[in-house]
């Protein structure tokens, strides 16, 4: 029952940065996992970032390896999403959810059928 609500996104040229946030309604101790989405325009959505909450170990989509960042602050009810060295193909909607029951790192590259709890979105676009 939880609720999910995503902040930070920007137009930015290639090369920037950005941090994306998730606040949410619930302690985060109450999902398996939490994971970062993105759509493109005209594409599927796709999980670019996943973090196991009790462990605190992170896996990523190959595209986004090396370059994002997810991370939790869990005395703050809050996720994040370090974004660095941001190309064009970056430029989407990026949602934030949450699973009770977490799927692991099949998240990666799926549409996120598997989670419970989404965020509304926020916009990120990268220029050439």
């Known amino acids: 029952q939880g609720q999910l609500v995503e902040s930070g996104g920007d137009s930015v040229q290639g090369g920037g940065s950005l941090r994306l946030s998730c606040a949410a309604s619930r302690a985060i101790k109450n999902y398996g996992c939490m994971a970062w989405f993105r759509q493109a325009p005209g594409k599927e959505r796709e999980g670019v970032a996943v973090?196991?909450?009790?462990?605190?170990?992170?896996d990523y989509l190959d595209p986004v390896k090396g370059r994002f960042t997810i991370s939790q602050d869990k005395a703050r009810n809050m996720l994040y999403l370090q974004m660095n060295s941001l190309k064009p193909e970056d430029t989407g909607m990026y949602y934030c959810?949450?699973?009770?029951?977490?799927?692991?790192?099949?998240?990666?590259?799926?549409?996120?059928?598997?989670?419970?709890?989404w965020g509304q979105g926020t916009q990120v676009t990268v220029s050439s």
């Open positions: 973090i196991f909450t009790g462990l605190g170990s992170a």
């Open positions: 959810a949450a699973a009770t029951w977490c799927v692991g790192r099949a998240v990666l590259g799926s549409t996120g059928t598997s989670m419970h709890y």
